[in-house]
């Protein structure tokens, strides 16, 4: 069996250069991996859920979705905005490493690597510290040059692309 690879999407738009790098550069089955129980509302959850879905049709790649969503976590945080960012990102790494663990993948990563919007550092040690916990090796990619490009390639393929992170309290501005 080839090595494989799962892969972490938190919308369709982010997807697309993450899935052309990691198809150039290695020679592993890619399967993505749609969960974001932070994405408020819940019809912009779908929205997402739904570019996601496009994105991995287009790139012709198999895609899991998580269905949890859960609104509570993070509209009752009371704690600082970056130690927020630090809980969603923790909670996503989890999911991904847990869910990798128990189907066998050998890595995982995230399309949350090609943001130049998100903590990159602080991400790169949440999911390395995540993978050991697990037992799967987290794949570290700087996907940040790609940015402008997959965004390009959604715009070509009609994706939904959105204008807030994702929580209540990154909609709300905050
Ligand atoms: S701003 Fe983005 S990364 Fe931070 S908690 Fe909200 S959804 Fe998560």
Same mark, same amino acid.
């Given at each position: 069996?080839?090595?494989?690879?799962?892969?972490?999407?938190?919308?369709?738009?982010?997807?697309?250069?993450?899935?052309?790098?990691?198809?150039?550069?290695?020679?592993?089955?890619?399967?993505?991996?749609?969960?974001?129980?932070?994405?408020?509302?819940?019809?912009?959850?779908?929205?997402?859920?739904?570019?996601?879905?496009?994105?991995? =049709?287009?790139?012709?790649?198999?895609? +899991?979705? $998580? /269905?949890?969503? @859960?609104?509570?976590?993070? !509209?009752?945080?009371?704690?600082?905005?970056?130690?927020?960012?630090?809980?969603?990102?923790?909670?996503?790494?989890?999911?991904?490493?847990?869910?990798?663990?128990?189907?066998?993948?050998?890595?995982?990563?995230?399309?949350?690597?090609?943001?130049?919007?998100? =903590?990159?550092?602080?991400?790169?040690? +949440?999911? $390395? /510290?995540?993978? @050991?916990?697990?037992?799967? !090796?987290?794949?570290?990619?700087?996907?940040?040059?790609?940015?402008?490009?997959?965004?390009?390639?959604?715009?070509?393929?009609?994706?939904?692309?959105?204008?807030?992170?994702?929580?209540?309290?990154?909609?709300?501005?905050?």
């Amino acid at each position: 069996m080839a090595e494989s690879v799962l892969l972490h999407i938190c919308c369709g738009p982010c997807s697309l250069y993450c899935i052309d790098d990691l198809k150039r550069n290695f020679d592993y089955e890619i399967t993505g991996y749609y969960a974001n129980p932070n994405i408020h509302p819940y019809e912009e959850f779908m929205r997402r859920r739904g570019s996601t879905v496009k994105a991995c =049709n287009a790139k012709e790649i198999p895609l +899991i979705i $998580e /269905e949890s969503y @859960n609104i509570q976590k993070w !509209k009752k945080w009371e704690g600082s905005n970056a130690d927020r960012c630090k809980m969603c990102y923790t909670v996503r790494a989890d999911m991904t490493a847990k869910k990798a663990s128990e189907l066998g993948f050998k890595y995982y990563t995230s399309t949350l690597f090609v943001s130049p919007y998100q =903590n990159h550092e602080l991400m790169k040690e +949440i999911f $390395e /510290e995540t993978g @050991n916990k697990y037992g799967v !090796k987290f794949l570290y990619r700087d996907f940040r040059e790609g940015f402008r490009q997959g965004q390009q390639q959604a715009r070509e393929l009609g994706l939904y692309r959105q204008k807030y992170c994702g929580c209540i309290k990154s909609l709300q501005g905050e």
